[in-house]
């Protein structure tokens, strides 16, 4: 998603509007098609896996078994973890928000050539390994199904209006005191082209 938004600005920055518009398709593309195969490879992996478990059981219990001790293990970072009564969900949002910040004010340092977004994923991975930000920061604001909601919602929305032009009626000898409706649409429609295409940056349509 990261990579087609930045592809996505980058193309419209240039004028490339077509291409802006074909980051996007193939990042819902992907969807439709990589979803569904990465859900047959899945499927067959567990079947296989399933199948070699009885002769391999007591192997993968072991296996499970020192993973977990490895993970009560914390690594030590440092910044200690906020003691859990002082823990919330504003208290999430708050750091992310403030790596979002930052990462703005990062972009406008560097005069935009380097995205916002990349600057995100460099401090959370940073803000996580020296523990300002805890691991699975969006699980834990509860927020993460809602911001992913939204976001395919703004990308699939469409709004409509109705423009109504009301025309007045005349002579051929008065032309001038009639209202020739079809002759407005026409520069109603040419206008809102212009508009569109021509004085609007593409992230305010």
Not at 20 to 38: D, S, W
Not at 47 to 61: I, T
Not at 92 to 109: D, H, Y
Request: a positive charge; hydrophobic letters at 50%.
């Amino acid at each position: 998603m990261t990579a087609a938004i930045i592809m996505q600005n980058g193309a419209a920055a240039l004028g490339y509007e077509t291409l802006a518009v074909l980051a996007i398709v193939v990042y819902v593309v992907q969807g439709f098609v990589g979803y569904p195969l990465t859900a047959i490879f899945l499927k067959r992996e567990a079947r296989r896996l399933m199948a070699s478990f009885p002769e391999n059981r007591e192997k993968w219990l072991a296996a499970k078994g020192s993973a977990a001790n490895r993970e009560d293990v914390q690594r030590k970072r440092l910044i200690p973890p906020v003691p859990e009564q002082y823990r919330s969900i504003y208290l999430s949002l708050f750091k992310v928000f403030a790596t979002v910040f930052i990462s703005i004010q990062l972009e406008k340092l560097t005069a935009g050539a380097v995205s916002r977004y990349v600057f995100c994923l460099l401090l959370g991975v940073i803000f996580a390994e020296i523990g300002i930000l805890e691991k699975k920061c969006l699980d834990e604001t509860q927020v993460a199904g809602s911001i992913a909601f939204n976001m395919t919602a703004a990308m699939s929305a469409l709004d409509c209006f109705t423009i109504t032009l009301i025309g007045k009626g005349g002579h051929g000898s008065m032309p001038h005191k009639s209202i020739d409706a079809i002759t407005l649409s026409a520069q109603v429609i040419n206008n809102i082209q212009y508009i569109v295409v021509n004085a609007t940056h593409w992230n305010h349509w």
